[in-house]
């Protein structure tokens, strides 16, 4: 039986946050225990999500209250990330659950996503909470791009899996990424702004990045990895897309896609994107692809696959 393990890693040295974090993922594993691995129990599912739920909202005020009290610089803009969380995540996920009247693939993206939004938020925005040089965390130079490629993308990335990731440069359809996986992501701001965001990443780098971060062996994708996966690619994207564009809370996420190659090709064929980053991680290459402001009708990218 796959199982969701707490790692030390996740510690960030603060009792009452990393004794909350081990809370969350306890529950998490109890969930899949009960109804995604043995298919029994939905009361218990039900409940164990109700409790999760709960579970979390009490977290986020007492890591807030935890941060007024040191003063932490990063207050603000880390209560606007649990505050999403709390106000469109969770509550959507809880739609869907309802909608299907819990059917195993409704639960396993609640896993999928509420693994890897903690992950995510725990080994970069909570770890800044103890950081011995917030200036990392907070750049300046925005206009910086090599700035915020190391501080948004590549540290980050290095703290969630635990090896080096290296900036290659400028990522082009003459780089090769073997059994490449398209996922895009589209935001809008209230005035009609766009931004594409593409994750390109080949199928065995994805199955090595789910493993080392949920320390199990896959050698199959399936709908917890990809959720999970998806859920820390957005926070990432939202980061770094902050950093070159707006301000992170003036772009919605309007929703995810599987692109096909001829999709992911057509999309740049006319217009290069902004900002195409190749990165190395061990012996494979993946790439993030930022658009800021395409046009509306390319917005509306030909051969997606299905929503996720």
């Keep these: 039986m796959q199982r969701i393990q707490w790692q030390d890693r996740f ?10 974090h081990r809370g969350l993922f306890a529950i998490v594993q109890k969930i899949m225990d009960l109804y995604v691995e043995r298919h029994e129990d939905k009361f218990a599912c039900v409940e164990g999500i109700k409790y999760f739920k709960a579970y979390a909202v009490k977290h986020f005020a007492e890591e807030e209250a935890y941060m007024r009290k040191i003063g932490y610089p990063g207050l603000l803009a880390h209560k606007k990330v649990h505050d999403r969380m709390k106000w469109e995540t969770l509550p959507e ?4 659950l309802h909608e299907t009247d819990f059917s195993t693939e409704a639960v396993q993206r609640f896993i999928g996503v ?7 938020h725990i080994l970069i925005e909570d770890r800044a909470i ?6 990392e965390a907070f750049p300046i130079g925005q206009d910086d791009e090599a700035s915020v490629i190391y501080t948004m993308i590549v540290r980050p990335l290095r703290e969630i899996f635990g090896c080096n990731v290296h900036y290659i440069g400028r990522f082009s359809a003459k780089d090769e990424i073997v059994n490449a996986q398209y996922y895009e992501l589209r935001y809008s701001t209230q005035d009609g702004k766009l931004l594409r965001v593409i994750l390109v990443m080949g199928e065995s780098m994805l199955l090595h990045a789910a493993g080392v971060l949920f320390d199990i062996d896959f050698y199959e994708r399936n709908e917890i990895v990809c959720f999970a996966m998806q859920e820390i690619a957005q926070n990432l994207i939202q980061r770094a897309a902050s950093r070159l564009g707006r301000p992170l809370d003036e772009y919605q996420l309007e929703r995810g896609y599987f692109l096909t190659h001829e999709a992911f090709s057509e999309i740049f064929r006319e217009r290069p994107a902004q900002h195409s980053l190749l990165f190395q991680v061990e012996q494979e290459c993946f790439a993030l692809c930022i658009d800021q402001d395409p046009a509306p009708e390319a917005f509306a990218a030909p051969g997606a696959g299905e929503p996720v």
């Design 11 to 20: 510690n960030i040295g603060v009792e009452v946050i990393d004794q909350a």
């Design 114 to 120: 509420c693994t890897g939004w903690l992950t995510g």
């Design 130 to 135: 103890i950081s011995e040089r917030p200036d």
């Design 93 to 96: 996920l809880d739609r869907l």
